[in-house]
């Protein structure tokens, strides 16, 4: 996987990619929540390598536990 981070600007905008695959999201999802990401002298903020601004650390784990979430209208779908 080549450096997608510049194409999103926050984690959720990976969560709600209407092409990627689950794992692909995870993946992306993960590297962003890498301490490798990590904003020197503010380990809160995550940055990767080619994306456009920092994001807190919390953002990036509330889109990994969106990922778990079922999709709003699948109970109606029941």
Known sequence: ???PFSHYLHPF???QHPSLEPEVKRAIL???ASDQSAVKD???LRKPVGAKRAVPV???FAAI???DE???NS???Q
């Open 30 to 32: 993960a590297s962003w």
């Open 65 to 67: 536990r969106a990922l």
């Open 75 to 77: 109970a109606s779908l």
């Open 42 to 44: 503010q380990p809160a």
């Open 13 to 15: 905008d990976v969560v």
């Open 58 to 60: 919390d953002d990036v």
């Open 70 to 72: 079922p999709p709003a």
């Open 1 to 3: 996987m080549s450096e």
